[in-house]
Nanobody
Framework: QVQLVESGGGLVQAGGSLRLSCAAS????????MGWYRQAPGKQRELVAS???????NYVDSIKGRFTISRDNAKNTWYLQMNSLKPEDTAVYYC?????????????????WGQGTQVTVSS
């Protein structure tokens, strides 16, 4: 069983900053890629940022230059530093991991999600 636990959401004024964290625990063999998604009311969930095991980062255009994704491999934890926040960044943010776990039959690949954390940016 794998769990992704998020923290760091909250209410902030426009122009402020927040840092989200996602910690993965369980029978993890390795993590292939980590990401952050968000879903605003009435909208589809969208990929905000991702980072591969090799360190390749990808960002959606709307947050480039403002958000930074990083990871701590030793802790199986990744982060989303969000600066210069805008009201349109308001959403529930979900962490995601493409990872490999130890199973009775060997190592198996799977896709896992955190529970979501609310980020609200006031104008």
């Amino acid at each position: 069983q794998v769990q992704l636990v998020e923290s760091g959401g909250g209410l902030v004024q426009a122009g402020g900053s927040l840092r989200l964290s996602c910690a993965a625990s369980g029978r993890i063999f390795s993590i292939n890629a980590m990401g952050w998604y968000r879903q605003a009311p009435g909208k589809q969930r969208e990929l905000v940022a991702s980072i591969t095991g090799g360190g390749w980062r990808n960002y959606v255009d709307s947050i480039k230059g403002r958000f930074t994704i990083s990871r701590d491999n030793a802790k199986n934890t990744w982060y989303l530093q969000m600066n210069s926040l805008k009201p349109e960044d308001t959403a529930v943010y979900y962490c995601n991991a493409d990872l490999n776990t130890y199973q009775s039959m060997g190592v198996m690949k799977g896709d896992y999600w955190g529970q979501g954390t609310q980020v609200t940016v006031s104008s």
